[in-house]
């Protein structure tokens, strides 16, 4: 199903330079095609000898910059800004530099940490960092600078936007970085080892206490007496632990906004599920993360584009007067509504695993769509 897409169109607005824009997609399309991130795999998805596409990979590399092109994917009218860590194993990397041990000290790998907004339910990717226990070692560096390189870089485009973290983000050190920094932040409490404690204006503890089906919300707490912040907590029936939430927004928009960030780790298993990225095989960390990026850029594009056969495919009509709620509307229109299909499936999913015929004029068809909406993702109309 994705052998119709030309790369080329959506590639010339993320590289200015003709050549390196023809040969990011032409490596776009072999990743499609190999669903894999191994040079090896998307050599032999080339034209001509593997031994040339390889090498062609190589000079792509050397001359191009995917990371800093993924920054044009950011949307300038998304609500809030997604950081999220995803582990990348690599156990038989045994001599690469850059693979250390993950969370539980023996699997090898490393960690890539991915900056989005959010889309339809998943996420479009507009940055990208890695690091792994080796690394930090060798930089005599630490998580929690990493943490702080990747956010420095998105400062400038956050504007009034919240940064959303899950739990491995709940600590001290970067709350207080993100004061300083002036960022609005919502993030998941990390519970379990060693609970964060609160405290109340006059520096008695605060006992966070919920049952089962409840909402609770404490304003003004200080967070280990050094940050002031909002807390939400919400138990929801069936599940065996609470969900806090705090932020230095307004506490029931934060738990909202979090609820949207969870449906987008989806995005996460796409990636590794449908594209292979696990299968990533670099031994050099700087090609390794450009590797990484291009694979988001290609990812991006095949969200588009699936998207837009999800609409085709599994959007039911609307009939005349028929009264739908916002919500059950496919987004962008007005007389389609969602197919249970429409909610069961990624675009990217139904794009590269679905097998079902198109005309010549449908894939015309779905590939300008799906470039007008690239388009106006990289060149954002600017207020004036």
Not at 23 to 45: K, N, V, Y
Not at 101 to 127: H, S
Not at 353 to 380: G, M, N, W
Request: charged share 30%; glycine share 6%; aromatic share 10%.
């Amino acid at each position: 199903m994705d052998k119709f897409i030309n790369n080329q169109g959506f590639m010339a607005e993320l590289f200015d330079e003709p050549a390196i824009a023809e040969r990011a997609s032409e490596i776009g399309a072999a990743i499609l095609e190999a669903r894999s991130l191994r040079l090896t795999d998307i050599a032999a998805e080339m034209e001509e000898e593997s031994d040339a596409g390889y090498k062609r990979i190589q000079r792509f590399l050397k001359a191009a910059d995917p990371r800093l092109a993924l920054w044009r994917l950011f949307q300038e009218d998304a609500e809030f800004v997604i950081g999220d860590p995803t582990e990348i194993e690599r156990p038989q990397a045994w001599r690469t530099a850059y693979v250390g041990k993950l969370k539980d000290g023996k699997t090898r790998g490393f960690w890539a940490l991915i900056l989005a907004t959010p889309y339809r339910g998943r996420a479009i990717p507009c940055g990208v960092i890695t690091y792994s226990s080796k690394t930090i070692a060798q930089n005599a560096d630490s998580r929690n600078l990493n943490h702080f390189r990747a956010f420095a870089s998105l400062k400038d485009l956050l504007g009034e936007r919240p940064l959303v973290l899950d739990r491995e983000f709940s600590y001290l050190e970067l709350m207080l970085n993100l004061f300083e920094e002036q960022i609005s932040w919502v993030i998941r409490l990390n519970l379990r080892a060693h609970p964060p404690k609160f405290y109340d204006q006059d520096g008695k503890e605060v006992a966070m206490t919920i049952s089962p089906g409840e909402t609770v919300t404490l304003n003004n707490v200080w967070y280990m007496g050094k940050v002031r912040v909002n807390l939400i907590g919400v138990w929801k029936k069936g599940l065996d632990e609470p969900l806090w939430v705090m932020t230095n927004l307004e506490a029931k928009r934060a738990l909202r906004i979090y609820f949207a960030r969870m449906k987008i780790e989806e995005t996460y298993r796409d990636l590794k599920s449908l594209l292979g990225m696990t299968k990533l095989m670099n031994k050099q960390q700087v090609y390794m993360e450009k590797m990484i990026g291009l694979l988001l850029l290609v990812f991006t594009i095949g969200l588009l584009v699936g998207e837009e056969l999800r609409d085709l495919l599994y959007g039911e009509p609307l009939a005349e007067d028929e009264q739908v709620a916002d919500k059950e509307r496919i987004p962008g229109s007005p007389t389609l509504k969602k197919g249970k299909k429409w909610k069961r499936y990624s675009g990217l999913f139904v794009l590269l695993k679905q097998k079902r015929p198109l005309s010549d004029a449908q894939k015309t068809a779905l590939l300008e769509a799906a470039l007008i909406s690239f388009l106006h993702l990289v060149h954002p109309h600017v207020r004036t």
